[in-house]
C-alpha cells in the first residue's frame, strides 16, 4: 500500500526556518507527482507547492520567495524548506502524491490519490 509520513512541524517565532520531511513507501515515488499542502481548521485547503518527476516546481505565488520544495528520489522522500516564516504560514501541513504527472504543475487537492497524516506548524509573533 502507498504510505507517506510527514514530520519536520514544530512552533517557532516568526522568522524563523523549518524544514518538513514526507517519507514515501510503497510506490515508486520518482514517477509520481507530489505536492505539500496546508490547512487550518474551518478554512479551505491550500497548496504550497508541487514538484514533477523531473524535479520541476511550482509554488503558491505568496510563498515562492521563502519556501523551497525538493525531492530526493534514491530516499523516497519529499521535503519543503520554509524560510522567514510568518505567523499566517500556521497550519498543519500535508504531503500528497499521485501517479499522474503530466498535470503536475497545474495539480490541486483533488488532483492527489494519497495523503499523509500531516505536520503541525506554529509561528508565533
Known amino acids: 500500500q502507498v504510505q507517506l509520513v510527514e514530520s519536520g512541524g514544530g512552533s517557532v517565532q516568526a522568522g524563523g526556518s523549518l524544514r518538513l520531511s514526507c517519507a514515501a513507501s510503497?510506490?515508486?515515488?520518482?514517477?509520481?507527482?507530489m505536492g505539500w499542502f496546508r490547512q487550518v481548521p474551518g478554512k479551505e485547503r491550500e497548496g504550497v507547492a508541487n514538484?514533477?518527476?523531473?524535479?520541476?516546481?511550482r509554488y503558491k505565488d505568496s510563498l515562492t520567495d521563502r519556501f523551497t520544495i525538493s525531492r530526493d528520489n534514491a530516499k523516497n522522500i519529499l521535503y519543503l524548506q520554509m524560510n522567514s516564516l510568518k505567523p499566517e504560514d500556521t497550519a498543519m501541513y500535508y504531503c500528497?502524491?499521485?501517479?499522474?504527472?503530466?498535470?503536475?504543475?497545474?495539480?490541486?487537492?483533488?488532483?492527489?490519490?494519497?495523503w499523509g497524516q500531516g505536520t503541525q506548524v506554529t509561528v508565533s509573533s
Open positions: 500528497a502524491a499521485d501517479s499522474g504527472d503530466w498535470y503536475c504543475l497545474t495539480a490541486s487537492g483533488t488532483d492527489f490519490n494519497y
Open positions: 514538484i514533477d518527476s523531473n524535479g520541476n516546481t
Open positions: 510503497g510506490y515508486i515515488a520518482s514517477s509520481y507527482c
